[in-house]
C-alpha cells in the first residue's frame, strides 16, 4: 500500500493551483489580446502564436509589455459598463431628461396626488 504522505499532498495542491493560475492567465491575455483595437491582425496572431508555442514566456512577456494597457483597458471597458448600467436603470426608472421629470410632476401636482411642497422638491431634486 502507498503512503500518501502531507508533504506529497500539499505539492499536489500547489500543483494544482499552478496549473488553475496558468490557465486564468492564459484565458486574460488572449482576453485582453482579442478585445484589443489598437493592433492588427497581424499583431494579434503573433502574440498568438508566441502564446501557443512558447506558453510560459509569452504569457510573462505580454504581461511585462502590455500590462499598463491591459489596466488601462480594463478601468475604460468597466467604466462603459457602468455608464451603460446607469442609463439603462435611468430609463427604467422613467428619468428622463429634467423636463420630463419636472413635466411628470408637474401633472401630479395638477391632478392633485402631490402637495406644493413635494412638487419643489422634485423639481429641486430633477434640476440638481
Known sequence: MLAYTFGQAMWTMLVFFCWIL???LL???FGDLF???DISGWGKAGWTIFVILLPFLGILVYLIAEGKGMGERSVRDAAAQRAQVESQIQAAAGGGSAADQIAKAKQLLDAGAI???EYD???AKALA
Open 27 to 29: 484565458f486574460i491575455v
Open 22 to 24: 496558468f490557465f486564468w
Open 115 to 117: 402637495t406644493q411642497a
Open 35 to 37: 478585445r484589443r483595437t
Open 121 to 123: 422638491a422634485l423639481k
